[in-house]
């Protein structure tokens, strides 16, 4: 056999020493060879059969011993393989043969993700300057696709097979995928000061006070559900009005996907008023009462008292509750 011939056999196969084997691992619970056969490693007893390159999830490690050394393949949250009992030089090129191997697998995985890739660095670039609020609704699709990405794909990847330039490059996908709030924090007070710094001549002119600082940030806060607490007399129907007007006019929203709710019908007709000013549109606030009574005329095709008794019920459990 010549030396060449002689490296490669090295390289694709491990066989344990029967003594220091039976030492190790008297009861035989681990595999006694191993054979990297493509993308596979074929295993000779022990309790895996065949290991799958994907299913590595670190480098192979080789650990010296007093007479032999032992091979360890890391499988993530399975158990790991050990190959017992073997020589060192030996298990050393066979340790570099798997990874070279699993490297060029990952490799190979991470140029079927080109588009993925593309499309997730789009979105991670936008969120440096947001053109809207970056809501949860809106990230979160990235932030899945990155974590899914990252799962099967980067954490496997070795950075000196990628070389810095490559895993540079796939460094905000990782930060997407394993810190995301932090990415959407960054993001929100990115567009939150720009907005407010945008618009700022329109919250100093929307009423006839300036709105406060608080009342500018509940305006250009356009996340999934919000919340915004204030009580008697602090301005909550000038903050509806200015945000309404906002959205309308920032393109955010169209007026017909606009709900506005208020209990008296006075004050439903006086932020229609004020909004319709304030932007140039349109925009209708109800009442609870009249909401109700639209949606069930609308659905069971009913107008009048009876239609008017069953709004009104609903309006009443709805306070009551």
Request: aromatic letters at 4%.
């Amino acid at each position: 056999m010549s030396g060449n011939e002689l490296d490669l056999w090295i390289s694709m196969e491990l066989v344990s020493r029967p003594l220091p084997a039976f030492l190790s691992d008297p009861f035989r619970k681990h595999p006694r060879a191993l054979a990297l056969q493509d993308d596979t490693i074929a295993a000779s007893g022990g309790a895996h059969a065949r290991i799958h390159l994907s299913e590595i999830a670190a480098s192979p490690v080789v650990q010296r011993g007093r007479v032999s050394a032992r091979l360890t393949l890391n499988l993530g949250i399975q158990p790991c393989v050990l190959l017992p009992g073997v020589q060192e030089a030996a298990a050393r090129a066979f340790a570099q043969a798997v990874e070279t191997a699993w490297s060029g697998y990952n490799l190979a995985q991470l140029s079927r993700e080109d588009a993925a890739i593309a499309s997730l660095m789009t979105a991670i670039e936008g969120l440096k300057a947001p053109a809207r609020y970056p809501a949860a609704c809106l990230v979160a699709p990235a932030a899945s696709q990155a974590a899914d990405l990252d799962a099967r794909v980067l954490k496997k990847l070795t950075p000196a097979a990628l070389g810095e330039e490559t895993m540079a490059r796939l460094a905000p996908i990782t930060e997407l995928a394993r810190n995301p709030e932090q990415l959407r924090d960054a993001a929100i007070a990115a567009f939150v000061d720009q907005q407010l710094t945008d618009w700022k001549e329109f919250f100093d002119t929307v009423e006839s006070m300036p709105l406060t600082p608080e009342q500018r940030l509940s305006v250009v806060v356009d996340e999934d559900a919000t919340l915004v607490l204030a009580g008697a007399g602090s301005g909550k129907t000038s903050v509806i009005t200015a945000k309404a007007a906002y959205l309308v006019k920032a393109g955010i929203r169209q007026p017909h996907e606009l709900l506005l709710l208020a209990f008296a019908k006075d004050a439903a007709t006086e932020m229609s008023e004020r909004i319709e000013a304030r932007c140039g549109v349109p925009i209708m606030a109800r009442t609870f009462h009249a909401l109700a009574y639209e949606i069930i005329g609308t659905v069971e095709g009913e107008k009048g008292q009876c239609a008017r008794d069953r709004s009104r019920a609903v309006r009443t459990r709805s306070v009551a509750s």
